[in-house]
């Protein structure tokens, strides 16, 4: 697949549609209830960051995001030693 192409998964045969982008830039904020990730895509050459999709969620949500990505760092990083 090319760079900053999105990649189409479907689910029970079409019934239900996730689209992938690429991303190698966040940011990210909170306010007083949300944890807001914003992400895009900046190479070189270019004069900023393209953004392209905002990730909202409560604090709590975002702690086991945080703790799935650990795990699959983990296993990741497991499976690379063997």
Do not use: K, W
Request: glycine share 10%; aromatic share 8%; proline share 4%.
């Amino acid at each position: 697949m090319r760079r900053g192409a999105a990649a189409r998964a479907t689910h029970d045969g079409g019934a239900c549609s996730i689209e992938g982008r690429y991303a190698n830039y966040f940011e990210v904020n909170r306010n007083h209830v949300e944890l807001i990730i914003d992400c895009g895509q900046f190479y070189a050459g270019c004069p900023g960051p393209v953004m392209h999709t905002r990730l909202v969620t409560s604090p709590a949500y975002a702690r086991a995001l945080m703790e799935s990505l650990q795990r699959a760092f983990a296993a990741g990083e497991s499976r690379e030693e063997a």
